[in-house]
Structures are given as structure tokens and as C-alpha cells.
């Protein structure tokens, strides 16, 4: 069995299935930040103009900011377990095409 | 090595090398049964804060233990460490999430409805934040 060859192409292989694992994963967590900040601006806005009209009160508002902060928390708490996700994928998918690489290279 | 021996040892072989290497849970679709309903629950209770919380005590403890439920099972699952602290942000009595909102309607008596108007879409987004993270975990493996 040449092992080299087996790891060479696994190597390959696993470069590939990290490239596209990880772009979603940070394509995705560039979307969600961008949004988070234009959902919040969108929202604090609105409460602010609330605030002023009296149909809210200053400690609805103050509720609302620090809202955002525990959300903002929660979001990156997602975020991390989504990366922690991607990692188990990406090592199961790499020692998945080893294990078939060795199996295949058995007589 | 004949097809019957390797068919035998591959499933066992790979089983052993991937059982050492998860870093997080993997998907549940009960845990995703529990965290969507009490997202349900929670928004329609939400509603409700325009009258008195006196008048709707029972439905608030109702929504807290569908809530409770939802993150007990949760606790009780290997590598769920990210799920269980968003639980307990999104109801912490002391926070600004869901907990808060309930604390803020009990101790005022009632809460404006622009005040609920303007919280709700944080209250969906924290559950949705949840389950999007229970969506994300990967599938477990078939047998």
C-alpha cells in the first residue's frame, strides 16, 4: 500500500472540502453581523422617535439598548457553536475520505 | 483483506475515529420541537402585556415552564454548552430578553404597546438565534 500516495490525495481533497466549508462559514457570519447592526440602527431609531412622542417610556428604551447587547451575545454565542459545527464536518469529511482512501487501496 | 471482513471492520474502524472528535452536540430535532414552540408561546404571551399581570399569571408561568422544559432538556445534552448560555441569557429575570420582559410587565402592571411593539422582533430574533444554531449542528449519523 502506498501510504505517501493515500495521504497526498487525502491532503488534496481535504484543502477543498476546508475552502468551501469555511467561506460559507464566514460569508455567513459577515451576513449575519451586517444585519445585526442594520436591524439594531433600524430599531433604536424607531425607539427614539417613540421616546420623544411619549409612547414609550425611558426605561422601555433603556430595556430595548441592553437588549441588543444580550442579543448581540446570543448571536455570537450561535456563531461559535456554527464554527464548531463546521469543524466536526470538516474532520469527520477528512478522516471519512481516509478511510475510504485506505480502504479502496486494499487488494 | 476479502469484501465481507472489510465491510464488517470499516463501519467499526470509522465509528472509533469519528466518536473521539465531535466538539459539539448533533442535531435534535426534539430540542428543535421545543425551541420553536416555546417561540410560539412566548410571542402570542407577549401580546397580552397590554392588560394586567395579574390577569394573566397562569399563562406566564405556563410560557416559563414551556421555557424551562425546553432548556432542561437542553442542559442534558454532551457538547451543548453554546445552546444552554443562550437559554439562559433569553430568560434570565435580571436580563433584557424574555426573563426581563416578564419581570418589567410584572413590576409595572401593564406595558405600553408600542413599548411590547418595538421588543418583540428582539424576543423572536433571540429564539430564532437558538434555533438556527440547533439547524446548524450537524446531522447525526445513520445507522
Not at chain 1, 10 to 32: E, I
Not at chain 2, 19 to 40: E, L, P, Q, W
Not at chain 2, 68 to 75: G, N
Not at chain 2, 113 to 133: G, H, N, S, T, Y
Amino acid at each position: 500500500m502506498d501510504f505517501d500516495r493515500i495521504l497526498k490525495d487525502v491532503l488534496g481533497q481535504s484543502k477543498d472540502l476546508g475552502r468551501t466549508l469555511f467561506k460559507q462559514l464566514a460569508t455567513q457570519a459577515a451576513k449575519d453581523a451586517t444585519d445585526f447592526l442594520k436591524q439594531s440602527r433600524d430599531s433604536l431609531k424607531r425607539a427614539a422617535l417613540l421616546l420623544a412622542e411619549g409612547k414609550i417610556d425611558p426605561d422601555d428604551f433603556e430595556d430595548l439598548v441592553r437588549g441588543k447587547r444580550d442579543l448581540a451575545e446570543m448571536r455570537a454565542l450561535k456563531q461559535a457553536g456554527l464554527a464548531k459545527a463546521a469543524i466536526d464536518t470538516f474532520t469527520n469529511g477528512v478522516l471519512n475520505l481516509f478511510i475510504d482512501a485506505v480502504f479502496a487501496a486494499i487488494p | 483483506m476479502n469484501a465481507s471482513l472489510r465491510s464488517v471492520l470499516l463501519p467499526i474502524f470509522a465509528s472509533l475515529l469519528l466518536a473521539g472528535c465531535s466538539t459539539i452536540a448533533t442535531y435534535d430535532k426534539v430540542a428543535y420541537d421545543k425551541a420553536t414552540g416555546a417561540k410560539a408561546e412566548a410571542l402570542i404571551l407577549m401580546d397580552r402585556a397590554t392588560d394586567s399581570y395579574s390577569a394573566h399569571s397562569k399563562e406566564v408561568e405556563a410560557v416559563r415552564l414551556t421555557i424551562a422544559k425546553a432548556y432542561e432538556y437542553d442542559r442534558g445534552r454532551n457538547l451543548n454548552a453554546e445552546t444552554v448560555k443562550m437559554w439562559e441569557i433569553l430568560r434570565a429575570p435580571e436580563g433584557n430578553l424574555f426573563g426581563g420582559f416578564l419581570r418589567r410587565w410584572r413590576e409595572k402592571g401593564s406595558l405600553k404597546p408600542d413599548a411590547i411593539a418595538i421588543k418583540k422582533p428582539d424576543i423572536e430574533q433571540a429564539f430564532d438565534e437558538i434555533i438556527a444554531l440547533e439547524i446548524g449542528k450537524p446531522k447525526p449519523k445513520k445507522d
